[in-house]
């Protein structure tokens, strides 16, 4: 009876180490995918600020076409302003 007394003391403890190592086990397994959250969480808010940035891009991109499509009308008139000035000295 005393061996198996033994036996017993010893099965506990083997699996009070068992049951430590699950528990460490878990713990890295924890801080693992607090780390991959994490990571995934800042990456958003980097695209967050790419779509921002490339929205501000686009914003200005479409002011300076506007921009240019006016000065592109300014020196048209001014075109037609000048043949008609030059057309009035060759008479």
């Known amino acids: 009876m005393a061996f198996s007394r033994k036996t017993t003391v010893a099965d506990a403890d083997v699996l009070a180490q068992k049951k430590n190592r ?3 086990y878990v713990a890295q397994f924890d801080k693992a995918v607090s780390l991959i959250t994490d990571t995934i969480d800042n990456l958003g808010v980097i695209n ?9 891009i686009d914003e200005y ?3 300076l076409a506007a921009t240019r499509t006016g000065l592109a009308e300014a020196k048209e008139r001014n075109d037609k302003v ?3 000035f030059q057309a009035l000295l060759n008479i």
């Open 82 to 84: 000048i043949a008609n």
């Open 48 to 56: 967050g600020n790419i779509n921002s940035t490339i929205q501000e």
């Open 61 to 63: 991109q479409q002011e």
């Open 22 to 24: 699950l528990n460490a």
